[in-house]
């Protein structure tokens, strides 16, 4: 490929993050990345990659977002996607990705480190990780960025999120499902979440713009979702909300969750589905 070919291509996959997605996703697992077709509404993905895009050019109000959408619905492969993707236009951006627990989460970072050492993504972007970034729950690119792993009840020493002083972006923080299903309904464990996020992870943005994400399903009236959609952290949030069958009755994503299973779940397990399926 000639230079300008690479300038080409490397231009337009950081200008989109769906097509970096779908030419990365492929290079990655071996199997196209498919956009869902629901009737009556867009797919999902186009939503979500909207609203992550919006975070990564500043445009979010209020520079923090909820994405409530149900489980499978391919999220955390989205927001692995998106590190990667804005890391190629950042490469000295720095990332906490928070999980119920740092072992989840540290499986998201692999898969973040693997993309960036695709060969086809260093030609085009030219960004490397240090030689020395062993370890899949903490790495660092030769330009200074990093991506750390941790659980959302433990400590968060030593790292944090962007850099402050800049009117670019230069990461963010990333929750991806912060409480664990069958932990959620203990008070002494939800609420253990909640305090962890306001004594300690909410203070390791370090700059005004650097983003805060919140993605995944609701699992208890008062989970930490709850709490941030009030404004309990004293912030305004952008809200995404998708229901795995929306306000017309159609499926959000058919492919995977057709309308007949989703309407036996919903029968047979009402709590369930409304938590977890319809985020209410």
Not at 120 to 135: G, V
Not at 206 to 234: K, M, S
Request: overall charge neutral; some cysteine; aromatic content about 10%.
């Amino acid at each position: 490929m000639i230079d300008i070919e690479k300038e080409q291509l490397s231009s337009v996959l950081k200008g989109s993050l769906l097509e970096f997605t779908k030419t990365f996703y492929p290079l990655l697992t071996g199997r196209d990345f498919i956009i869902s077709h629901p009737a009556g509404r867009e797919s999902h993905f186009i939503t979500i990659a909207r609203s992550l895009t919006q975070a990564a050019r500043l445009e979010l109000p209020t520079q923090r977002l909820i994405i409530n959408v149900p489980p499978g619905s391919g999220k955390s492969t989205m927001l692995c996607m998106w590190t990667a993707w804005t890391l190629a236009s950042y490469p000295d951006s720095k990332y906490l990705y928070i999980s119920y627990s740092k072992n989840l989460a540290a499986k998201h970072t692999e898969t973040i480190k693997r993309i960036i050492n695709l060969r086809q993504y260093q030609f085009l972007f030219d960004i490397k990780i240090r030689h020395d970034s062993k370890a899949k729950e903490f790495f660092q690119t030769t330009a200074g960025g990093s991506v750390a792993a941790f659980g959302s009840s433990g400590g968060i020493t030593g790292q944090d999120a962007g850099s402050p002083g800049l009117d670019r972006f230069s990461g963010a923080i990333l929750l991806d499902d912060l409480h664990k299903p069958d932990e959620v309904h203990s008070d002494t464990i939800r609420q253990g979440v909640i305090e962890n996020y306001r004594e300690t992870i909410q203070q390791r943005g370090r700059g005004i713009n650097v983003p805060t994400i919140f993605i995944g399903q609701r699992l208890h009236e008062d989970d930490i979702a709850a709490y941030l959609i009030r404004g309990d952290d004293g912030y305004k949030w952008d809200k995404v909300v998708l229901k795995a069958i929306d306000d017309a009755g159609n499926a959000l994503y058919p492919e995977a969750f057709p309308l007949e299973m989703l309407k036996i779940k919903q029968e047979k397990d009402p709590y369930v589905f409304a938590s977890q399926m319809q985020q209410d």
